[in-house]
């Protein structure tokens, strides 16, 4: 009987595992030709893991890449503008598979996202302690269609939500060890019967080193992984500080502000910072990278009192700078760029891929038919959790409970920083890297209607009646798999007719 009931426990899981593997990697490779930003990363990655740093190709590469020719890389170096970690794990792929297949560019892009829908349920079973909601928390991840788009093609951003997402389980592991180590200690000063005033420094938090870790891997893919950084290092702070005045300790935000947070500081960003430079290596080994050798040129190298850095790290430094102007002043109009401000209501989704034929061409059975890539959320899902998310934060004003908190700055780490460059370039598909903190929020409603939520507050008597909640839930879930049922074939490239592809043009800015 235990053992049966341990199956049926593991069993959801393990489905929804396999259900995010299936709808991830069937017909992966199709389309057979580089989609959107692959163009980039796919031949940066290729020519990084060759050369150990980024190289130009010629006029013309992507179409003889996709036809095998993919050793036409030169050793000139290209200006690249995101860290390399990314692209060294889409080459890894491309190295295990080989480059000629569309499998290859694309495999190692589907793992993270498998292992993505993995690490939301294991966050969930610790931050709601229910095995129900981390269940439904992977299993929305799992069919909602901007995660599937995003974990197949071959762009560095489905990286930064999960390096961040580490980094996210770290900080709440942390938040309960330091919880318990702060307790241990003032429990002790009161059997000693002395005053705790000020509190303890707690140098010794292992799950802060591991988010400093994490952190600085989503760094290394993109730049804008030290928004997390930043955000849950002054999350640690104002956390240590209201564990203090909890704990009747005199001078607690003193206290938390002068000793905890330099403290913090240094087992977060310093580890954090060599993992970032760390990803570099290729670029440090090699003399071909771009502006590897800049401070080498006549009058280029820093004089004064920094003439001893070494040249290398002077032009590591001008590249970085060089990097920060590009992205801050990145205007160029692209016909698929959405305003910040209309992310959480999905206005404008990127189209990745797109390919119009007539009857006969390619097996088209219709006048015209379409094959599409659009990273389109499931419209249900997607919003549901931004209905969650302001609900979210009326609960946070009023309830101050620690679990909306910390789901909320995830949001705030991936997605307030972006209000900063309304007028920049940007786009929908950015949205991926703090989907995962709207599923938890949905989630943590979810679990309100449900009756499973470990917070004191609930909703109404009338509205959380448990056989009334299981069913809808239960309605929701059904429609939100029939949705993604019905959109998938714009998620994977999948031929259909023109007519089924205006179908899911529910807005006309989805064109």
Same mark, same amino acid.
């Given at each position: 009987?235990?053992?049966? =009931?341990? $199956? ?7 489905? /929804?595992? %396999? +259900? #995010?593997?299936? &709808? ?76 000629? =297949?569309? $499998? ?7 793992? /993270?996202? %498998? +292992? #993505?829908?993995? &690490? ?392």
């Amino acid at each position: 009987m235990l053992a049966t =009931s341990r $199956w049926v426990r593991w069993a959801a899981p393990i489905l /929804v595992i %396999v +259900l #995010a593997a299936t &709808l991830r990697l069937w017909n992966l490779g199709t389309p057979h030709s580089l989609v959107f930003d692959e163009t980039f990363y796919v031949k940066d990655a290729w020519s990084l893991f060759n050369n150990g740093y980024e190289s130009t190709w010629p006029s013309g590469a992507d179409e003889l890449f996709a036809g095998g020719q993919t050793d036409i890389y030169s050793t000139d170096p290209s200006f690249v503008v995101h860290p390399p970690l990314g692209k060294w794990l889409i080459g890894l792929g491309m190295a295990a598979v080989g480059p000629a =297949s569309s $499998w290859g560019w694309r495999i190692s892009t589907v793992i /993270v996202g %498998v +292992l #993505a829908v993995i &690490l939301l349920m294991l966050i969930a079973r610790t931050l709601f302690r229910s095995l129900t909601l981390a269940v439904i928390a992977g299993f929305l991840l799992a069919i909602d269609g901007h995660a599937i788009v995003m974990s197949r093609v071959a762009l560095l951003d489905n990286y930064i939500m999960f390096f961040a997402l580490l980094g996210f389980g770290a900080i709440l592991l942390d938040r309960e060890w330091h919880a318990h180590r702060l307790g241990a200690w003032l429990d002790s000063r009161r059997r000693a019967g002395l005053d705790p005033q000020w509190g303890p420094t707690l140098w010794w938090r292992p799950w802060l080193l591991a988010a400093g870790l994490a952190f600085g891997l989503a760094s290394s893919v993109k730049w804008s992984g030290i928004y997390f950084l930043a955000a849950f290092g002054v999350y640690t702070v104002v956390v240590d500080a209201l564990a203090r005045r909890r704990a009747g300790v005199a001078f607690w935000a003193s206290a938390a502000v002068l000793k905890q947070a330099p403290a913090n500081f240094v087992l977060l960003v310093p580890l954090a910072i060599a993992t970032f430079l760390v990803s570099w290596t290729g670029w440090f080994v090699t003399r071909g990278g771009f502006y590897r050798d800049w401070a080498d040129t006549a009058g280029a190298a820093w004089t004064g009192p920094l003439a001893f850095i070494p040249h290398a790290v002077q032009s590591f430094w001008h590249y970085q700078v060089s990097a920060y102007t590009y992205h801050v002043g990145l205007v160029t109009p692209h016909p698929y760029q959405a305003n910040p401000l209309t992310w959480l209501f999905m206005i404008r989704p990127t189209s990745m891929y797109y390919a119009g034929t007539s009857r006969g061409e390619n097996g088209c059975a219709s006048d015209t038919c379409s094959a599409a890539i659009t990273s389109l959320g499931n419209p249900l899902i997607w919003w549901a959790a931004t209905a969650a998310l302001f609900y979210l934060l009326y609960r946070l004003a009023r309830y101050r409970e620690w679990q909306v908190g910390l789901i909320m700055m995830g949001i705030v780490a991936g997605y307030v920083p972006w209000l900063m460059y309304l007028n920049r370039t940007v786009f929908q598909f950015y949205t991926i890297s703090f989907e995962p903190y709207l599923i938890l929020g949905l989630t943590f409603v979810i679990g309100l209607i449900l009756g499973l939520s470990p917070v004191s507050h609930g909703l109404p008597p009338e509205a959380a009646d448990r056989r009334t909640g299981i069913r809808l839930v239960t309605v929701f879930l059904v429609l939100a798999l029939l949705i993604s049922a019905f959109f998938y074939p714009l998620w994977t490239g999948t031929q259909t007719s023109f007519a089924f592809w205006q179908l899911h043009t529910w807005m006309s800015s989805w064109r």
